[in-house]
């Protein structure tokens, strides 16, 4: 049994940069700011393409349906969608305000409720993420500051650095500053409400589109002050929820990383360095997301020290 490597799919944003090219070696589209590379995803609007070995040119949509047990498990529903999106965010500028609606209040606005997390790859200047708001801002404090333009005295701002995570569980307001490079492992979810674009335009030319009441609805408003979670030992919970649990594992030179089939599925991310898988001796590098198959026997080792995250308990 064989990982799965996908080939990328590159979003163009307003925010974007060009730090694929230079720190992860990717040959991005000329001329557009790229500030997204969806890595793994399965979506009606967009399916990952299997860039190598026996499935390669397949979709994932495809692959899962034609060989459930296999990559998913017994129990898995064949025409499930892979539950998780994988993506890289080149922030060369600040994202928008915005919300991700909670699963109680996702039908009623016709989203998808969205918990992610993001792990910071790499940073460049004063980089900061911003989450949660202010111990103490009520919802009318909010309201008010929204419609005078002045919101970001209210959102708690947490200085960063590469190394560092945070969970960001839907309904949590937050915005991504410039300077970040950042691994987003989230919901199989598309749909973000921004509040507030600090007065930017869009690639045409034009403001962007506010969806204030429905992030007003979504926004938790007793959500203060979250605390970024720093590196930590070799082996460390980033995120555990309801939607996935996230580890990161540093690896000396020559270590090796096991993974056992039969258990589960899993997505394992090269954030800095590179693996080597033993049995077809292919080397993962910084910047690689792989789906490891429920059936297989996997065995890594590293090429140089190496940090990774293995996501799991998605199935």
Request: contains cysteine.
């Amino acid at each position: 049994m064989e990982y799965l490597l996908f080939k990328p799919i590159y979003q163009e944003r307003v925010w974007g940069g060009r730090a694929f090219a230079y720190h992860l070696g990717r040959k991005l589209p000329e001329n557009r700011p790229i500030g997204e590379s969806w890595e793994i995803v399965d979506r009606q609007e967009a399916t990952s393409e299997v860039s190598g070995g026996n499935f390669a040119g397949k979709s994932l949509r495809t692959v899962i349906e034609d060989n459930t047990e296999t990559i998913m498990g017994p129990d898995w529903p064949p025409k499930r969608r892979f539950p998780i999106l994988v993506k890289w965010l080149d922030c060369r500028e600040r994202l928008s305000l915005q919300v991700h609606p909670p699963a109680g209040i996702a039908p009623e606005l016709g989203g998808e409720p969205k918990t992610e997390n993001w792990y910071i790859a790499g940073t460049t200047g004063d980089a900061a993420v911003l989450a949660g708001l202010k111990r103490g801002v009520t919802r009318n404090a909010f309201e008010e500051a929204l419609r005078a333009e002045k919101l970001e005295s209210l959102v708690w701002r947490l200085p960063c650095r590469p190394g560092d995570s945070l969970f960001v569980p839907s309904g949590r307001i937050h915005a991504i500053d410039a300077g970040n490079l950042i691994l987003e492992i989230q919901q199989n979810s598309d749909t973000t409400y921004r509040v507030y674009d600090w007065g930017r335009k869009g690639l045409d030319g034009k403001p962007r589109t506010l969806h204030v009441e429905e992030s007003l609805k979504s926004i938790d408003f007793d959500d203060f002050e979250p605390e970024l979670t720093r590196a930590d030992g070799d082996r460390q919970v980033l995120a555990q929820s309801d939607e996935f649990t996230l580890h990161r594992i540093s690896l000396e030179k020559g270590e090796s990383l096991d993974f056992v089939g039969g258990r589960q599925p899993r997505i394992l991310s090269i954030v800095r360095g590179a693996l080597k898988e033993r049995r077809l001796k292919r080397v993962l590098e910084t910047g690689d997301n792989v789906l490891l198959p429920y059936g297989g026997d996997f065995s890594f080792q590293a090429e140089e020290p190496s940090t990774v995250l293995v996501t799991e308990d998605f199935a």
